[in-house]
């Protein structure tokens, strides 16, 4: 690592905090006043938003921020994880309140980096903003010509700018609680935009924002989020959905904990091996979680210090179901409405050889789907009359048929090898057919669960936070006992 990496990285923590809104702004936009000339309430949703930090093919960090309606108030909490070796970690953790107008009332910061804890708070009454530190030198109270701003509404005041023409320039000064003093954001427009991310096209507006000598590029959607942020040092920050957010963010947390080389995709890139590959080890996880890895299409084989391994060409039939368990797996929900007429073909049957059955039920759902990503989440009636979705919807449309059939059926979780080798998340079906659980997957033309597929467990839930912590920590990769030295006893 070269040493302008080192203080490279230790600039870009400073300025990342910048724009990550511990800054507060003296700025009152047109589009934030009313005709009577008062500020007018900021147009905010409730939500949360994630952002990877990527340098070259490396996830490097992330941007967690949430908006809570406090009724009276707003609250905004961030979380800013960066890590760069040989730096190591750094981790700020930002709660503000402010008002409907976009006054800001407090602000707490906790930044670690490595075993040191850097704490500040500020307290803002009208344009005066008093600071203490747990770093004596800090502590002050600075006297504003304005009560000072969230740094974040520069972002959603370009959202709105109107009259917008390639090289428009605009310009906002802000406090900084990092230089205690003034600085300025600048903005140049490019264009008008539909950005690539992750797959899905978004309007957006292209500006390149000048700062400390670089001209680094900025794409905004209408609502004023950041889709896409150029830092320094080679670094991009991209929106992602939450769910792969959440299990990113726990994979940095636990690659860091486990002091690797920077931090990388672990599941995508655990590749499926040779054609007949079906042996696997899981690590990442332990025995005393007590995942069930043994069903219809898989066998565990042992438990080791790395974790677990798996022969998913072998299978360990679980031989009973409760009564309780049996109840849960017959139960119509909001999501499994079964009721539905769309079901007439799932008929429930008295017929004591329900297989056929079961595979007719899922090569009905199979010729009827289409794989198509479907973000909102809708009960399985609607989802069969559409008549499209991913794996999750092919699972919901088929659980809700063989419930309607009469057949205990559950959720399965895991992972399966996509076209290209690499394992991506996946889910699929299991029912119990009178002495054992069933594995099925209408995602495949004939219904059957490939051995390119890997179990994690199962549940009654169609979308499970048990899986995408999973999804966070977990490795995989092909099981050959050659590399031991020794022969594996996969009877």
């Not at 230790?10 to 700025?27: C, D, K, P, R, T």
């Not at 309140?97 to 850097?118: A, D, F, H, W, Y």
């Not at 299990?247 to 690659?255: E, Q």
Request: charged residues 25%; negative net charge; glycine residues 6%.
């Amino acid at each position: 690592m070269r040493f302008f990496d080192v203080v490279g990285g230790s600039i870009l923590i400073v300025w990342l905090v910048l724009i990550a809104n511990i800054g507060w702004q003296e700025y009152r936009p047109k589009h934030l006043v009313s005709a009577d000339g008062k500020l007018a309430e900021i147009a905010l949703e409730e939500g949360e938003s994630w952002m990877l930090l990527v340098r070259g093919n490396k996830e490097i960090g992330y941007i967690h921020e949430t908006r809570t309606d406090l009724d009276q108030d707003w609250l905004f909490e961030y979380t800013l994880f960066i890590n760069m070796n040989p730096i190591g970690s750094v981790k700020s953790d930002i709660k503000s309140t402010m008002s409907k107008n976009g006054i800001i009332r407090n602000v707490r910061t906790i930044t670690k980096v490595g075993p040191k804890e850097i704490s500040l708070e500020a307290e803002v009454e009208g344009s005066e903003v008093k600071i203490t530190s747990s770093m004596q030198e800090m502590n002050r109270t600075i006297q504003l010509k304005k009560a000072p701003k969230l740094s974040t509404h520069v972002y959603r005041t370009l959202a709105t700018l109107k009259d917008l023409k390639p090289g428009s320039i605009y310009k906002e000064k802000f406090f900084d609680a990092l230089s205690l003093g003034m600085s300025e954001m600048v903005f140049e427009f490019v264009e008008f935009k539909d950005v690539d991310l992750y797959g899905e096209k978004i309007p957006a507006r292209h500006f390149i924002q000048k700062i400390a000598g670089n001209a680094l590029d900025v794409y905004v959607d209408k609502e004023g989020g950041v889709l896409i942020q150029e830092f320094p040092f080679q670094i991009v920050a991209s929106r992602v959905a939450p769910s792969f957010g959440r299990s990113r963010a726990r994979a940095m947390r636990v690659a860091k904990k486990g002091d690797r080389e920077g931090v990388e995709l672990e599941l995508g890139q655990a590749f499926f091996g040779a054609s007949g590959e079906s042996s696997y080890v899981i690590s990442g996880i332990q025995e005393s979680e007590n995942l069930p890895l043994s069903s219809f299409s898989q066998k565990l084989i042992r438990w080791t210090d790395e974790g677990a391994i798996v022969d998913t060409n072998s299978m360990e039939s679980i031989k009973n179901i409760s009564s309780e368990e049996e109840e849960e797996a017959l139960k119509a929900t909001p999501r499994i409405d079964y009721q539905h007429e769309v079901f007439n073909f799932a008929a429930i049957s008295s017929d004591k050889n329900v297989l056929p059955i079961a595979l007719h039920i899922v090569k009905q759902v199979s010729e009827k789907m289409k794989i198509v990503p479907v973000k909102t989440p809708l009960p399985a009636s609607a989802i069969y009359a559409r008549g499209e979705g991913d794996c999750t919807e092919f699972s919901i449309v088929t659980l809700a048929a063989l419930r309607r059939s009469g057949l205990p059926s559950r959720f399965v979780y895991g992972v399966k090898a996509d076209k290209d080798g690499k394992f991506v998340a996946h889910q699929w079906v299991e029912f119990w057919e009178g002495q054992r659980f069933y594995e099925v997957d209408a995602t495949e033309k004939d219904g059957k669960v490939t051995t390119n597929t890997i179990r994690f467990f199962s549940s009654n839930d169609p979308e499970s936070p048990r899986f995408l912590d999973l999804l966070g920590r977990v490795k995989i990769q092909p099981y050959h006992s050659s590399k031991s030295g020794q022969t594996a006893d996969f009877n």
